[in-house]
């Protein structure tokens, strides 16, 4: 909804201000797997001590026991669609079957009413470079499946124009829809909502039992 001639996200006809982080799911001792559910609900209650509102579940699909613990919090989740390898441009086949999981998810999770946004594309990852642009078929079926969440069609680049959201990344200083211009930046859309999808990435070099143990991880630390 328009707020003081800004697009805003709204939720329950109220402007909130989305504030939180890009929530990647990994543990310790299990990768992808969290041990328990005390485990996500602690990392939960410890995000919003810290201030958060929402968080970006980042290419992955959690336990409904966690979408049910973010309904119980009040946080408000952007859910992605788990992506195809980032650099490859899918064949028919593969596009039909990113297209059914997408389906899949959304079906299976518009229930949770923690979840506000759905993310079809993040940085271009397995996204068809050429018209007609895949996200804009895709857009059309999640908003058919579930018109009551927005949609955020392209979070990164090869935005062409689709969805709610005009989605930058920009690291390390933030954006946030602005006019100005980088090599991946957009300018500013004012019919969707500017939004700052990914920011920051600043790395702390902590002593090795803090760390993953693989060198080439370790020397990327800026």
Not at 75 to 96: C, K, T, V
Not at 105 to 128: A, M, R
Request: with cysteine.
């Amino acid at each position: 909804g328009i707020v003081d001639g800004v697009q805003r996200p709204m939720l329950n006809g109220k402007f909130n201000f989305m504030f939180g982080t890009l929530d990647q799911g990994f543990w310790p001792d299990g990768l992808y797997l969290p041990p328990n559910r005390e485990a996500m609900v602690y990392d939960l209650k410890m995000l919003k001590d810290l201030g958060f509102n929402m968080l970006r579940k980042h290419i992955k699909v959690e336990p409904d026991l966690f979408y049910r613990a973010c309904d119980e919090m009040g946080i408000l989740l952007l859910q992605d669609m788990p992506s195809l390898p980032s650099n490859s441009q899918p064949n028919p086949a593969e596009q039909a079957e990113f297209q059914r999981q997408l389906e899949i998810l959304v079906n299976e999770h518009k229930s949770y009413p923690s979840i506000v946004t759905w993310v079809i594309y993040n940085e271009g990852w397995g996204q068809l470079r050429n018209a007609p642009y895949p996200e804009g078929s895709l857009t059309d079926l999640v908003r058919k499946i579930d018109p009551s969440r927005l949609i955020n069609s392209v979070t990164g680049w090869f935005d062409h124009g689709f969805g709610d959201y005009s989605d930058n990344h920009h690291y390390a200083n933030p954006q946030c829809g602005t006019p100005f211009y980088s090599l991946l930046s957009r300018p500013y859309d004012p019919k969707r909502i500017g939004f700052q999808g990914e920011f920051a990435g600043i790395g702390h070099n902590v002593s090795i039992e803090h760390l993953w143990n693989v060198q080439q991880a370790i020397d990327q630390i800026d």
